[in-house]
């Protein structure tokens, strides 16, 4: 199986901390989805979805390039 070049962190907006990760877009979205309908958040608008590249290497750690990635 090929290895994933990109991970989606689920952030939340309120404390700017990483509460999810995912190496699928669609899973990240759905995790939300779940996380708003248990009543965890309140709405997709208190979470951030980003995307950055996999750290398979350790020199990607020296490569913090975050882009937003919206939700669907």
């Known amino acids: 199986m090929a290895r994933a ?3 989606y962190l689920v952030e939340s907006k309120k404390t700017g901390r990483a509460l999810a ?3 699928v877009k669609y899973e990240a979205q759905k995790w939300a989805e779940w996380a708003v309908k248990e ?5 997709l608008n ?5 995307r950055m590249r996999d750290g398979g290497n350790y020199l990607y750690l020296f490569d ?3 882009f937003p990635c919206p939700w669907e």
């Open 5 to 7: 070049s990109q991970i």
């Open 39 to 43: 009543g965890h958040v309140k709405s």
């Open 64 to 66: 913090p390039t975050i």
């Open 21 to 23: 990760a995912f190496t």
């Open 46 to 50: 208190d979470l951030e979805r980003v």
